[in-house]
């Protein structure tokens, strides 16, 4: 059964660097999603990616987060000078065409900054 | 505002128990509904999904919802708890006319199954 992957499983830096969480979609999946769990929280929404553009991105998303989609196949997330709470668990998620259809979600990538 | 909320954070129950996972939304718009289930180590399994029709629906693994309207709710429920059930599972809701399909979750219920 397709799944979607992600990796690292677990990454720890140091505050100010950059990171990249990298996710594999389902391959016939067209919109893609990062969302966030920061310990003993909700799981938050981030942004939305169709058509290689963002369709919607929340307040957490700022300036210093971006997505991208480089060969088709890989999506990732880079946070370009991480702080302290931007560590929580990260989960990719996608799904095919059509606002009813389940999004399918990654096994998360846990971020550490320190 | 959108919001999810899942009044209970813990919750034990013996195995063979019946088991009850509330969710309550609030959402201006005509709501899609689910419910998944996160094992430690694994990624968001949806268990079920309501979108229109028939209110009360069938997931996998046994469980079921139903949604009410009037009460703004979207309760998890299984007539008979296995062990492998103990996970976390979160509610979440979607707006209908969303072109982008966004999910908002709740805080998450962490089950406890007893021998």
């Known amino acids: 059964e397709p799944e979607v992957t992600q990796t690292p499983s677990h990454q720890v830096t140091q505050m100010g660097q950059e990171v990249i969480l990298r996710c594999v979609p389902i391959s016939n999946h067209l919109y893609f999603y990062w969302y966030r769990q920061i310990l003993g929280q909700k799981v938050e929404f981030l942004v939305s990616f169709y058509n290689n553009e963002i369709s919607e991105k929340s307040e957490i998303f700022d300036d210093q987060f971006s997505v991208e989609r480089p060969d088709g196949s890989n999506f990732t997330l880079k946070i370009r000078s991480t702080k302290l709470e931007d560590s929580a668990m990260y989960f990719c998620?996608?799904?095919?065409?059509?606002?009813?259809?389940?999004?399918?979600f990654g096994p998360g990538t846990r971020l550490t900054v320190l | 505002a959108q919001s999810v909320t899942q009044p209970d954070i813990h919750i034990t129950v013996s195995e063979g128990a019946s088991l009850e996972l509330r969710c309550n939304y609030s959402y201006g718009a005509t709501p899609y509904l689910f419910w998944y289930v996160q094992s430690p180590g694994q990624g968001l399994q949806l268990l079920l999904k309501y979108f229109s029709g028939d209110t009360l629906v069938q997931g996998i693994k046994g469980f079921e919802a139903e949604f009410k309207r009037s009460q703004s709710s979207f309760n998890l429920r299984k007539p008979s708890v296995h062990w492998s059930d103990a996970a976390e599972y979160f509610c979440?809701?979607?707006?209908?006319?969303?072109?982008?399909?966004?999910?908002?979750f709740g805080q998450g219920t962490t089950l406890q199954v007893k021998p």
């Open positions: 998620a996608s799904r095919v065409l059509g606002t009813a259809n389940e999004q399918f």
């Open positions: 979440a809701v979607g707006r209908a006319s969303s072109n982008t399909g966004k999910l908002i």
